[in-house]
């Protein structure tokens, strides 16, 4: 192993440490190891499946306990997200279905259109045939076109709406526009 990489592997591990000694002393104080077990999932997401899905599954258990609809309904679509990415997309599937879009505050709206339009794409390049594919591509389009109504024209995620699309359109200069 490099030296490099053993350096950056230490430096992850004493990060680790340090969020799981932060955690232990978090006793009683839901949010603040909501946000640290939040955080040591991110961290793990990048590399470390296994590891994640037991602090993804743990921040769920900590959000269900608080009963707050907003931090569940966020808390459904980091799962839905992170399944579609990680390839499990019958467990995705389930948890978008499960969210009411009626349900969803005014603020988690552009999150929820990026996450459903996310899963639906993953699902959809996933499937062989040829009309199931369309289908949930489909979807991920009207969801796409949902998100670029309610974010402002200037953010990140249209730009990235939109060069996607030029993209998949094979339109490559105005992608890099």
Do not use: H
């Amino acid at each position: 192993m490099s030296s490099w990489l053993r350096l950056v592997l230490n430096q992850l591990f004493q990060i680790f440490q340090e969020l799981k000694m932060q955690l232990k002393e978090t006793k009683g104080n839901q949010k603040k190891e909501m946000e640290l077990t939040n955080q040591i999932f991110q961290a793990y997401s990048k590399f470390c499946y296994d590891s994640a899905k037991v602090y993804l599954d743990r921040t769920k258990d900590i959000v269900c306990k608080m009963n707050d609809d907003s931090l569940r309904i966020a808390m459904d679509m980091q799962m839905a997200f992170y399944y579609s990415s990680a390839g499990s997309f019958v467990e995705a599937l389930n948890i978008v279905s499960q969210i009411d879009e009626a349900q969803v505050p005014t603020g988690l709206l552009p999150s929820y259109y990026d996450t459903m339009r996310a899963v639906y794409v993953e699902v959809g390049n996933s499937l062989q045939k040829q009309d199931l594919r369309q289908s949930y591509l489909k979807k991920s389009g009207d969801y796409r076109m949902k998100l670029m109504q309610v974010c402002d024209s200037s953010s990140l995620n249209i730009i990235k709406l939109l060069e996607n699309r030029a993209r998949y359109e094979q339109d490559f200069e105005k992608a890099l526009q």
